[in-house]
């Protein structure tokens, strides 16, 4: 029996298509081959790591609070400074380790100059962290 053609008398020609089905049979063997190996490929290296000793995690540091009110006193930690105090004891915040969050607290009708001055005054003895302190808005 010949495919495609009726004629009986035709001399037979051999098929130029391609069987590819035994092909998808090894392609589909070696896939369930790949599945099934991949965990064995990712494995983790066994290692022998060494010992060390490591410092306790550090404390968070302190918090100190400057408040200036709409007058323009200071206020350190809500106790009343005048600007050289409150310069000094900046200086001597400013060499603890680690050194404290200076929090700062000032009326919403305090003259930016007083603001500036105490921010100046922070930044020129060291002190990097610095904060403003607000209250949240009413949601009405």
Do not use: C
Request: proline content about 6%; cysteine-free.
């Amino acid at each position: 029996m010949s495919f495609g053609a009726f004629n009986h008398h035709r001399q037979k020609e051999s098929m130029s298509d391609i069987n590819v089905t035994p092909m998808v049979d090894v392609m589909l063997v070696l896939l369930v081959i790949f599945i099934l190996g991949a965990p064995a490929f990712t494995g983790a290296v066994k290692l022998d790591l060494p010992q060390a000793e490591t410092q306790a995690a550090q404390q968070p540091a302190a918090s100190v609070t400057v408040a200036i009110d709409a007058a323009g006193s200071l206020y350190w930690n809500n106790e009343a400074v005048t600007m050289p105090v409150l310069e000094q004891r900046l200086n001597d915040a400013a060499k603890l380790a680690p050194q404290p969050e200076l929090q700062l607290r000032a009326d919403k009708d305090t003259r930016y100059e007083t603001v500036a001055q105490v921010m100046a005054a922070a930044q020129a003895r060291g002190l990097e962290k610095m904060g403003f302190v607000t209250d949240p808005k009413d949601k009405k």
